[in-house]
């Protein structure tokens, strides 16, 4: 799946949902390494489990982060 982000400097989200499970996480644009990062944390998590981790971080005033877009970004992929 690909989700288009909102508020933050990445533009896009690239995932995939097996059987609930989060699978080959990417970010287009945004800070590369701590991007890199989440996607390496997240793999192999419920899709839940990640959610509840990171839905609600902001970055700095702004009020999501790439780490909450992720979790819409799921809850959207989870509810279609």
Not at 4 to 26: A, E, M, P, Y
Not at 32 to 48: D, F, P, R, Y
Request: proline share 2%; glycine share 12%.
């Amino acid at each position: 799946m690909t989700y288009k982000t909102s508020g933050t400097c990445s533009q896009l989200i690239n995932f995939d949902l097996v059987d609930g499970t989060v699978r080959n996480v990417s970010f287009v644009g945004g800070c590369n390494g701590n991007l890199q990062g989440i996607g390496k944390l997240v793999e192999g998590m419920k899709a839940e489990d990640v959610i509840n981790r990171l839905k609600g971080i902001k970055c700095g005033m702004r009020p999501t982060s790439c780490p909450d877009q992720l979790a819409k970004a799921l809850e959207e992929a989870i509810n279609e």
